[in-house]
């Protein structure tokens, strides 16, 4: 599906405070428990940075198809703590770290994932962000390269027992 037609079936904005629990349970579906985001993290993160939680809403059922959030911060390289401590969140960072991309099974194969990370980017480049940094497992690392991102190697991150990548892309 092109960006157009992307653009005609599902609304890119923030996440609602009434949509929480819709998003911690996409969360539970789209990663194995040791890897996702608790209820309670994801309630936090929500209350905390809102304008970095983008979601893409189908507008033909008013559910939430999937979502990109992040925390914007000074720091230049991801550590697990940004998982668990939305009190990281500095609203003038200069970087975001990008906590999760979750697009619902139902949703996948269209590019809905990569028109959230480029939605992202552009509403992040209006906000004078300098770079947008995330984790992924090795399977992801082509996909992630073929949005722009750069790998970094193996992260100093052990966040679900897994070895990670850290990848980076300049906004």
Same mark, same amino acid.
């Given at each position: #599906?092109?960006?157009?037609?992307?653009?005609? &079936?599902?609304? %890119?904005?923030?996440?609602?405070?009434?949509? =929480?629990?819709?998003?911690?349970?996409?969360?539970?579906?789209?990663?194995?428990?040791?890897?996702?985001? +608790?209820?309670?993290? #994801?309630?936090?993160?929500?209350? @905390?940075?809102?304008?970095?939680?983008? =979601?893409? *809403?189908?507008?033909?059922?008013? @559910?939430?198809?999937?979502?990109?959030?992040?925390? +914007?911060?000074? $720091?230049?390289?991801? @550590?697990?703590?940004? %998982?668990?401590?939305? !009190?990281?969140?500095?609203?003038?960072? &200069?970087?975001?770290?990008?906590?999760?991309?979750?697009?619902?099974?139902?949703?996948?194969?269209?590019?809905?994932?990569?028109?959230? =990370?480029?939605?992202?980017?552009?509403?992040?480049?209006?906000?004078?962000?300098?770079?947008? %940094?995330?984790?992924?497992?090795?399977?992801? =690392?082509?996909?992630?390269?073929? #949005? !722009?991102?750069?790998?970094?190697?193996?992260?100093?991150?052990? /966040?679900?027992? $897994?070895? /990670?990548?850290?990848?980076?892309? %300049? *906004?």
């Amino acid at each position: #599906m092109d960006h157009n037609n992307l653009r005609e &079936k599902f609304e %890119f904005r923030n996440i609602h405070a009434d949509e =929480v629990k819709q998003a911690a349970a996409i969360e539970q579906i789209c990663f194995p428990p040791n890897e996702a985001c +608790s209820e309670k993290s #994801m309630t936090e993160r929500i209350a @905390r940075a809102p304008e970095l939680f983008l =979601v893409a *809403v189908d507008k033909e059922t008013g @559910r939430i198809a999937g979502f990109l959030n992040g925390l +914007s911060t000074n $720091e230049n390289a991801f @550590r697990d703590e940004f %998982f668990t401590d939305a !009190g990281l969140h500095d609203s003038d960072g &200069k970087n975001v770290m990008l906590l999760g991309l979750d697009v619902l099974p139902e949703y996948r194969g269209q590019g809905l994932a990569r028109e959230l =990370v480029s939605e992202y980017l552009r509403r992040e480049r209006k906000n004078n962000r300098q770079k947008l %940094f995330l984790t992924c497992l090795q399977p992801k =690392v082509e996909t992630y390269k073929k #949005m !722009g991102f750069l790998d970094a190697g193996i992260a100093n991150s052990s /966040w679900g027992g $897994e070895e /990670w990548h850290e990848m980076s892309i %300049f *906004v």
